[in-house]
């Protein structure tokens, strides 16, 4: 089982706060051999959606001295895990959830944006203090 991220709770908190229903705490994904566990697994039923929608949630908190470093390893991990559940839950989206500290001074930069771009990477901003999402990005 891996170690939990600083802000898992908080996460989790402002998650059910808008109304997501936490289904799996890790989600556990078993793909070619490798086994996978993305932070949080979550629904939500929408009025008018029968099926709702699905989402899986890596946590990162980025509060090691190297935010690029930090960077490279949750890079690695998003593609992985959406590569897994592309294969097994094709209908639940992947989103890298990071503190708004972070999103601001890190971000906002060219080069994260470009790989962010890029790589279609989703992201929830959020408050750990307030635990509360500030922003989803498509």
Request: proline fraction near 4%; glycine fraction near 4%; aromatic fraction near 12%.
């Amino acid at each position: 089982m891996p170690t939990r991220d600083k802000f898992h709770s908080a996460v989790r908190a402002a998650l059910e706060n808008e109304g997501w229903v936490i289904t799996a705490d890790p989600l556990y994904l078993d793909f070619g051999g490798v086994d996978l566990y993305v932070d949080l697994a979550a629904d939500k039923t929408i009025a008018a959606e029968k099926a709702g929608r699905k989402i899986a949630v890596e946590i990162k908190s980025f509060v090691a001295p190297s935010l690029i470093a930090e960077f490279h390893t949750a890079l690695g991990q998003f593609i992985n895990y959406r590569l897994a559940l592309q294969m097994q839950e094709p209908e639940r989206q992947l989103y890298l959830a990071v503190p708004e500290d972070a999103y601001t001074a890190f971000f906002n930069l060219p080069f994260t944006q470009a790989v962010t771009q890029q790589e279609k990477i989703r992201i929830i901003v959020y408050d750990a203090t307030k635990e509360r999402i500030i922003v989803w990005h498509e």
